[in-house]
């Protein structure tokens, strides 16, 4: 049997989708054997290779709204000095800390099923992959850690610069994995899987909206971004899906059950060609 992995890339809440392609994935009888995510992709992939099954997880995320952002706005304030310290509007801790208590604060190498997770090193400029088990490869580009905490490794996967604060380490200093690869098709292979299916969530069409709040101007600047970089993913990935939650704002917490129905449905239609790649 071929082994599948599934490549859970970053999208804020549009990363709702992600539990509605995992449902239908399970309902189809589709076998995944590895996951990897980045960003939101991460958080997912965390809490479900931990053993919290789709359908708990669609109970679950719905719960998180904007009070798990802890605005830091003692640093936004001092900001406004001459000489004060800003890393980021949120600081992250109480996602961090919700992932952590879901998974009783478990180790990336306690994990039962292969999975990975990417962050970005903005110190050494360089891609680091948070991964449940050894991974060999020669290539140098990329740093591989195995000894972190589960919940720690998410956060450093999902801390979009300016947005979130960055995550310390080691001395190191953890961004966004999306900064340099939003879907991470290369982990799914380094972790054993002969197909990868992708879940890229990034568009950036031509649109009429004026973004007049920050947070739906951030989410088309990461988008145009992003879907330059995504062109890639076509190439790597043996399957794309790509539900259309293009016109969800970054942190719209009001639309994740329908980013959820959206996933869904967009891999019930596709059920019968991914059953053909992987058979």
Known sequence: MKKIGLALGGGGVAGGAHLGVLLALEEANVQIDCLTGTSVGAIIASLYAYGITSSQLIKLIPTIGKHYLDFDYWSILRSMGRQARF??????KRLRNMIAKKTRNVSMSQLKMPVAFLATDIIQAKPVIFSSRPLHTDD?????VTDILLADAVQASFSIPILFQPVMY????????GLLENCPVDAARLLGADKVIAVNLVFANPV??????????M????????????????KKADFVLHPEVDSIDILDFSKLELCIQIGYTHTQKQISEIKNLIT
Not at 170 to 177: I, K, L, P, Q
Request: glycine share 6%; charged share 25%; proline share 0%.
């Open 87 to 92: 890393t980021g509007l949120i600081k992250g």
């Open 219 to 234: 989410t088309r600047v990461i988008n145009i971004n992003l879907a330059t970089q995504s062109k890639s993913i076509r």
């Open 208 to 217: 009429r909206s004026r973004f007049d709040s920050l947070s739906s101007l």
């Open 140 to 144: 140098t580009a990329r740093d591989i």
């Open 170 to 177: 080691r001395n190191r200093m953890f961004v966004d994995g």
